[in-house]
């Protein structure tokens, strides 16, 4: 092994370390498996400092700047559109030194995150809302049973267009995306709490009052009886119009159901929203043709979620309550 580039990652940090260490060359060589010349080499080039070897770049401190002038004031764009107008502005550069300069300046193309638009109002009941719950302790979540709907599609088709961004800007207005297309799908309703999760259903129609009261109680009764048993619990729903109806709540009221207050418009502030996405990425893979493998494929991963995999998402509700109280309202990573 006489290449430095055969080293592993291993080796060099080995190597490093006795070097530091004062160790011989010999010595460093039995002890990270290469040969004498491997670690010469290792050590000369690292004394030698290999940053500032290579060809001189091409391009300016001024035009860098430029390239990012044109990323930020559109980060939606393909790295053609981006070579084309930065080539267009003076700088003489390939498509392939373009995407170079991009990554070197921190950018990655990458999928824009989809965030809901909330008001001012909304904020601030958002931020009222967490600050109420900042004191509970993970028992007392662990007596909510958090539900939602999801769509699932059919096809894992194009999921749009990409954006430039850095490392911790996924969340910055500019970044995000405010809506996308979906390829035809189903719609799924599922509860879930630190123990586990519940029955699924699938939603056959739009989902009114009436047709939600029975799902609450051809499925949302039967997830309570398997997670809690004769156990009291709160309930967990979204603002949506069949969830808040007049008659909606007369249902709980007579079922003797405490419904736990929500703020609109915080799919952040639910773990199973994050449960939906750990079912979707196990399902990239899988191909369905029509809908009823589908609900095949959605049936047999949702039977894979472990209570410990509930259980982790549940613990993360002290983390998301604190974040919304320092983005004071506004979205958050989650």
Known sequence: MGKTSDLTAVQKATIDTLHKEGKTQK?????AG?????????INGEAK?????????????????????IVKKNPFKNV????????????SASRSTTKRRLKDM??????PRVKPLLTKKQREKRLTWAKEKKSWTAAEWSKVMFSDESKFCISFGNRGPRVWRRTGEAQEPHCLKSS??????????????????????FLRSRVNAAVYQQVLEHFMLPAADLL?????????QDLAPAHSAKSTRAWFTDHGIS???WPANSPDLSPIENLWGIVKRKMQNARPKNAEELKATIRATWALITPEQCQKLMDSMPRRINAVIEAKGAPTKY
């Open 27 to 31: 010595v460093i060589a039995e002890e």
């Open 34 to 42: 290469c040969s004498q010349s491997s670690v010469s080499k290792h």
């Open 49 to 69: 400092g290999r940053n500032n070897c290579g060809q001189k770049k091409c391009t300016s401190n001024r035009d860098h700047r430029a390239l990012v002038r």
């Open 80 to 91: 053609g559109e981006i070579h084309k107008e930065w080539t267009a502005a003076g700088v």
């Open 106 to 111: 921190g950018f990655n193309c990458r999928i």
């Open 180 to 201: 996308v297309k979906f390829p035809p799908s189903v719609m799924v309703w599922g509860a879930m709490s630190s123990a586990g999760v519940g029955p699924l259903c």
């Open 228 to 236: 809690y048993g004769d156990g009291d619990f709160k309930f967990q």
């Open 259 to 261: 419904v736990l207050n």
